[in-house]
């Protein structure tokens, strides 16, 4: 009930594509969701964050979708350009205000020039 | 902003040793937590530290305890290392009560021999 599941495990995408990461969870008090990028030998990175309140949430080329409903959320990456080549982390808190997050297993992102 | 910082950068140590990992929160923050990312996976909360006090714990073994300090830095110890130690320790700081975003530092390497 605590896991939250992340897919694809990888997934190549060529320059100026759409990157979709897909994360799904099961325990309805999560109330913040976030998206981390991390580089090699670097922490993780707060990407872009949604409460479960809003069903899209955009800033630049990142897009999160949340379907309250499905318990189902995803990032989306428009314009994919190689520097967006990293590891992408889903994560979610749950209904506290004590911050801990419970991550996803990762997505590898390549982006092909 | 130095932003969240950790030291060091690069640890190795022998089984049955003990370690010291630190964590300069970001300014204004005052919430540290704590999460060991293994190689090819999510990070994993290990503990969280608030007024000094250890406020919850993730699913690790009393091998791993913390500190906290009345300026918000933190440390992370490990008692009788083993093997399966060896991962990047992340710390996160973030403000209760107010934004709950966490940011993460750049992590501590931990490699057991």
């Known amino acids: 009930q605590q896991q939250v599941k992340q897919s694809p495990q990888s997934l190549i995408v060529q320059k100026g594509g759409i990157s979709i990461i897909n994360c799904a969870y099961e325990?309805?008090?999560?109330?913040?969701f976030p998206w981390y990028q991390q580089f090699p030998g670097k922490g993780p990175a707060l990407l872009i964050a949604?409460?479960?309140?809003?069903s899209e949430k955009k800033e630049g080329r990142f897009t999160i979708s949340f379907n309250k409903s499905a318990k189902q959320f995803s990032l989306h990456i428009m314009d994919s350009q190689p520097g967006d080549s990293a590891t992408y982390f889903c994560?979610?808190?749950?209904?506290?205000?004590?911050?801990?997050?419970?991550f996803g297993q990762g997505t590898t992102l390549q982006v092909k020039p | 902003d130095a932003g969240v910082t950790q030291s060091p950068t690069h640890l190795i140590k022998t089984r049955g040793q003990q370690v010291t990992l630190r964590c300069s929160p970001k300014?204004?923050?005052?919430?540290v937590s704590w999460y060991q990312q293994a190689l090819g996976q999510g990070p994993q909360f290990i503990f969280q530290?608030?007024?000094?006090?250890?406020?919850q714990r993730g699913n690790f073994p009393d091998r791993f305890s913390g500190h906290q300090f009345p300026n918000y830095s933190s440390e992370l110890n490990v008692n009788a290392l083993l093997l399966g130690d060896s991962a990047l320790y992340l710390c996160?700081?973030?403000?209760?009560?107010?934004?709950?975003?966490?940011?993460f530092g750049q992590g501590t390497r931990l490699t057991v021999v």
């Open positions: 996160a700081s973030s403000r209760t009560g107010r934004s709950i975003e966490a940011f």
């Open positions: 530290y608030y007024e000094e006090e250890e406020r």
């Open positions: 300014s204004g923050h005052d919430t």
């Open positions: 949604i409460r479960p309140d809003v």
């Open positions: 325990n309805t008090a999560f109330d913040y």
């Open positions: 994560a979610a808190r749950g209904a506290s205000n004590t911050g801990k997050l419970i």
